[in-house]
């Protein structure tokens, strides 16, 4: 039998659903139609870990084609994060790392995770270990337009002020990138993965954040890094402004109880407490056209605000 591609938090997490995959989709390199896909992106999302082992998510631009795939286990990035990026010094030479290309004008999406096998003055080399398609579900289709964007200035908070609050209350996408830390065995490592839901899908508790976990392609890959590895990162885009707001935290997840029944559409709950936050203004170079919906979105429902978060 061949061996699994999940650790053991990603089949224990599969298991306290009630729900089991063999991971047929999971490869050790990309198929030629992943191949063809990542060059079509002016954008991607991308998961590392600082230098504290703690994850971190941000998001590299460019020109359609400055990403390439010249071998079946190998992407060429032809960015680098700015020295205003706080995952910065994460995606270093030998570090672990996480990449979800994401078309928002047709709902695809393909994750390669690996090792960053070279990094120089204008570029990575990413070594693929994992490669995944993953479904359209929950994407809210937007059409962007590249702009000139003013250098973009960085700014630590040390809680949510007025201005993320209105942001992330208002969010309808979000990214997190989680670890599977040294537990994970042969299948460690760090992944990126989408989130999407109507607008105010994300509850605000103070500095802790209420994500739902609606019904997925049941690989668990994120909420089985969490069993092993709690601290995570999210990125949260403003497409309005073009702003992003990184996040990193620690999770906890709810698997069962009346919780649950406070959104509907929402297999599952996890919290995330806000350990330490930036906001990046102009970090994203696109003006969005308005958002439509993903079908599976509109089947989902918002808080019932007379009940509180456990």
Known sequence: MDESPFHRGELDAQARAGLFSRGAGIRPLMPDQHRTFFPLLPYLFVGGLDRDGWPIATVLCGEAGFVQSPAPTRLRIAALPSAADPAAAALETDRPVGLLGLDFTTRRRNRANGII????????????????????????????????????????????????????????????????????????????????????????????????????????????????????????????????????????????????????????????????????????????????PAPTTLETGTWQRDRSAA
Not at 203 to 224: A, C, E, K, M, Q
Not at 227 to 251: H, K, N, W
Request: glycine share 10%; net charge neutral.
């Open 117 to 292: 096998a070279a990094r120089d003055a204008d570029s990575l080399s990413v070594e693929v270990s994992q490669s995944f398609g993953n479904c359209a579900k929950y994407i809210q289709t937007r059409v962007p337009t590249a702009i000139a964007r003013s250098p973009e200035v960085a700014e630590p908070l040390t809680r949510l002020d007025a201005a993320a609050r209105t942001v992330i209350g208002a969010v309808d996408t979000l990214f997190i990138a989680s670890s599977s830390g040294p537990q994970g065995g042969s299948a460690a490592g760090v992944d990126i993965s989408h989130r999407g839901g109507r607008p105010g899908f994300v509850r605000i508790d103070g500095d802790v954040l209420t994500i739902p976990d609606f019904t997925g392609n049941s690989y668990f890959n994120t909420l089985g890094n969490l069993l092993l590895e709690p601290r995570a990162a999210l990125l949260i885009p403003d497409f309005a402004m073009g702003d992003i707001i990184q996040l990193q935290g620690e999770t906890e997840i709810v698997w069962s109880g009346p919780e649950l029944g406070t959104l509907s559409g929402s297999q599952r709950l996890w919290r995330f407490r806000i350990a330490r936050a930036w906001r990046r203004k102009r970090a994203l170079p696109f003006n969005w056209s308005a958002a439509e």
